[in-house]
């Protein structure tokens, strides 16, 4: 979600890592209605850290428990000491939805909550081992969305993990030290507060007419947001002027690899209904294509948008296609075509 040249890790150099947090270490990447596993089942975040960084990297872990809820002043004050003088320093926070940790958990089904920040000390765990001066790396496992803005501002990098199984600490590992190029995009919108829990990427034109008083408007982050290792610039958009009933809408563009390493980008198409008789989202997603590419390569990529797919349920609540011009928006580029 956020990377100031942090990541990927360095491989060629002596480069010392502090690693610390609640779920740094724990089975936390299972998610709820799991059943509990022998340790050899799971992979961990440190322990896929250790099974991938190179021999020049040393991995410093703080155990500061697996409990999000018993997390103190003490471990903040000792992890900030130790991360003190690190090359880098990744904390794994986020929250517990183990279903055989009852006493524990803080997500999953059954666990309410008032507030959608990081519970417990975790903010403050983050905070203090930033101010130990090292780039802090950020990495989220949690099982709903979570209010991360002061991350998103400060850390020098974040990423979005989710609960990603038995193997995900040996997933997450390999994105850090750049064995595997992300190429993910978030599958919601993530809001800023408990006040912006109304925060859908499809909203109505009239979601944001007012700002709030106090505090950003929009998003923290938004539906398709992702980053990867390689820099994807889009071009030549081609649309249809006119499309007659019944026809497929045909989305032609390119994509070209402009950085330094292969990677796969996850192109998102987007339609909006320019003029209808009701109210329609700014944007809806009505196709997407995976493309490989190498550095430097380009690929022409050919979608089709089903005219069905275009309809909206009129005032008489009928599933329509009505006549008039739409707005197509893929990776940057924008470009209109007319209904017939």
């Given at each position: 979600m956020k990377n100031e040249g942090v990541l990927p890790l360095p491989l060629d150099r002596p480069f010392r890592l502090f690693v610390?947090?609640?779920?740094?270490?724990?089975?936390?990447?299972?998610?709820?209605?799991?059943?509990?596993?022998?340790?050899?089942?799971?992979?961990?975040?440190?322990?896929?850290?250790?099974?991938?960084?190179?021999?020049?990297?040393?991995?410093?872990?703080?155990?500061?428990?697996?409990?999000?809820?018993?997390?103190?002043?003490?471990?903040?004050?000792?992890?900030?000491?130790?991360?003190?003088?690190?090359?880098?320093?990744?904390?794994?926070?986020?929250?517990?939805?183990?279903?055989?940790?009852?006493q524990e958990k803080t997500c999953g089904e059954n666990i309410d909550t008032s507030d959608i920040g990081l519970p417990g000390m975790q903010l403050a765990l983050v905070q203090a081992v930033r101010a130990a001066g090292a780039p802090a790396i950020v990495a989220l496992i949690n099982g709903r969305?979570?209010?991360?803005?002061?991350?998103?501002?400060?850390?020098?990098?974040?990423?979005?993990?989710?609960?990603?199984?038995?193997?995900?600490?040996?997933a997450l590992a390999e994105i850090l030290f750049g064995a595997v190029n992300p190429s993910g995009k978030m599958p919601i919108s993530v809001p800023r507060g408990a006040g912006h829990i109304q925060t859908i990427y499809n909203h109505k034109p009239s979601q944001y007419f007012r700002n709030y008083v106090f505090g950003k408007t929009g998003p923290l982050f938004e539906f398709g947001d992702g980053l990867s290792y390689a820099k994807f610039e889009y071009s030549?958009?081609?649309?249809?002027?006119?499309?007659?009933?019944?026809?497929?809408?045909?989305?032609?563009?390119?994509?070209?690899?402009?950085?330094?390493?292969?990677?796969?980008?996850?192109?998102?198409?987007?339609?909006?209904?320019?003029?209808?008789?009701?109210?329609?989202?700014?944007?809806?997603?009505?196709?997407?294509?995976?493309?490989?590419?190498?550095?430097?390569?380009?690929?022409?990529?050919?979608l089709a948008i089903p005219f069905d797919s275009l309809a909206l349920y009129d005032r008489r609540m009928r599933r329509v296609v009505e006549p008039g011009k739409f707005q197509v928006f893929v990776g940057g580029l924008t470009g209109e075509f007319e209904a017939l």
């Open positions: 610390t947090g609640p779920n740094a270490g724990n089975h936390s990447p299972l998610g709820d209605w799991t059943l509990e596993q022998p340790e050899e089942n799971v992979v961990s975040v440190v322990e896929g850290l250790r099974r991938i960084a190179p021999p020049s990297c040393r991995i410093d872990y703080y155990d500061c428990g697996a409990s999000i809820r018993s997390l103190n002043g003490e471990h903040v004050a000792e992890a900030a000491r130790r991360a003190a003088g690190a090359d880098a320093a990744l904390i794994v926070v986020g929250e517990n939805s183990l279903r055989y940790q009852n969305p979570l209010a991360v803005e002061w991350i998103a501002e400060n850390a020098a990098a974040l990423i979005e993990a989710w609960e990603p199984g038995c193997f995900g600490g040996l030549d958009l081609r649309l249809p002027e006119r499309v007659a009933p019944g026809q497929d809408v045909s989305v032609r563009f390119t994509i070209r690899n402009a950085g330094e390493r292969a990677g796969e980008e996850v192109a998102l198409v987007f339609v909006r209904d320019l003029v209808g008789s009701v109210a329609t989202p700014v944007r809806a997603l009505k196709a997407f294509r995976r493309v490989a590419l190498q550095p430097g390569e380009s690929a022409a990529v050919a």
